[in-house]
Structures are given as structure tokens and as C-alpha cells.
């Protein structure tokens, strides 16, 4: 029984061993590429230590490490201030809402552009309504005014008449009345 386990123990303990010195590789390639500011990514250190990107995904720890060494910003020595994924990433949605409001600005100028291009159209083609309407408006206003002022009249005649009808009729009473005699 010892023969058996023997090997099997070895062949783990050399897994084990490679795996071990195969993190070594990948936490030295992370601490070399962050010294020397280079760009940090999954692939890129895979490859800089020599490993396949499925030995990262296996250990969690480590693929964390590397997530975390790519949202800071490279540290390269002498280099002045660099930019970060997180404002690159600020400065992206600026830039998408910007060109959003643009293509809305250009829209409402290009709907301007079309109305004003449509009225001079209709216009000069003489299709158009006259370019004194303010005038035809004031005249409807002022007709207007003069046909309520004439129903107003017509109203106190036809008032004056019921009441001239009125006393008309009371006199002809009067006259057609017997009289009576003191």
C-alpha cells in the first residue's frame, strides 16, 4: 500500500509545488507591471508570467489583485499625472451626454431651418397669406365693433318702437272708449 500512495503523493505535491510557483510568477509580473506603470489587464499579466488566463480565473485571490491594480493608475516613475480608468470612464459618459444634447440642438435648429425655409417658400410662391394681416386684423376688429354698436341701436329701436307701439295702442283705447259724461 505505501508504493501506491507514494506516487499519487508526489504527482500533488508537485502540482501543488507548480501551482505555487506559478502564483509566485503572476504576483511578480502584477508588481512589475504596476512598478513600471505599465497597462494592467488579465491577459497581459497572464502573459507576462507565462501562465494561461484559466489559471487566473481559478484563483479567485489573485484575479482580484489584478482587478484591483487596474483600477488604480500606473505609478511610473517620472511620469506626470495619468489618467485613471474611472475618470476615463467620467469622461466618456460626458462626452456621450454631450453628443446627445448636440444631436438634440442640431435637430431643433434643422426643424427651425425647415419652417423658415417653408414660409419663405410659401411666400414667394404667392400661395401665401398677404403680408398685411395685421391690418385685415385690425379691420375685422374694427367691423366688429361697429356690428355690435349697430345691434346695440337696432335693440333701443326696436325698444323705442314697443313702446311707441304701446302707447299707440293705449290711446286708440281711449279713443274707441265710450265716454262717460259728468
Known amino acids: 500500500m505505501t508504493n ?25 509580473a502584477l508588481n512589475d507591471a504596476t512598478n513600471e506603470g505599465d497597462q494592467i489587464s488579465v491577459s497581459g499579466i497572464a502573459r507576462r508570467a507565462g ?6 480565473y ?11 491594480a487596474e483600477a488604480q493608475p500606473p505609478n511610473a516613475p517620472g511620469v ?12 466618456l459618459t460626458n462626452a456621450h451626454q454631450r ?9 431643433q435648429l434643422e426643424q427651425r431651418l425647415s419652417e423658415t425655409l417653408g414660409e419663405k417658400a410659401w411666400h414667394e410662391s404667392g400661395l401665401g397669406v398677404p403680408d398685411d394681416i395685421d391690418q385685415l386684423k385690425q379691420q375685422i ?30 290711446l286708440m283705447a281711449q279713443l274707441n272708449s265710450p265716454r262717460t259724461t259728468k
Open 141 to 170: 376688429g374694427t367691423l366688429e365693433q361697429h356690428t355690435i354698436d349697430l345691434r346695440l341701436q337696432l335693440e333701443e329701436q326696436g325698444d323705442d318702437l314697443a313702446a311707441a307701439r304701446a302707447a299707440n295702442r293705449e
Open 51 to 56: 501562465v494561461d488566463r484559466s489559471f487566473l
Open 99 to 107: 453628443a446627445v444634447r448636440l444631436a438634440a440642438r442640431v435637430q
Open 58 to 68: 481559478r484563483h479567485r485571490d489573485l484575479l482580484e489583485q489584478i482587478h484591483a
Open 4 to 28: 501506491t500512495t507514494t506516487p499519487g503523493l508526489a504527482m500533488t505535491q508537485g502540482r501543488r509545488a507548480d501551482s505555487a510557483r506559478r502564483r509566485q510568477r503572476v504576483l511578480k
Open 80 to 91: 506626470g499625472p495619468v489618467v485613471s480608468r474611472a475618470s476615463m470612464q467620467a469622461d
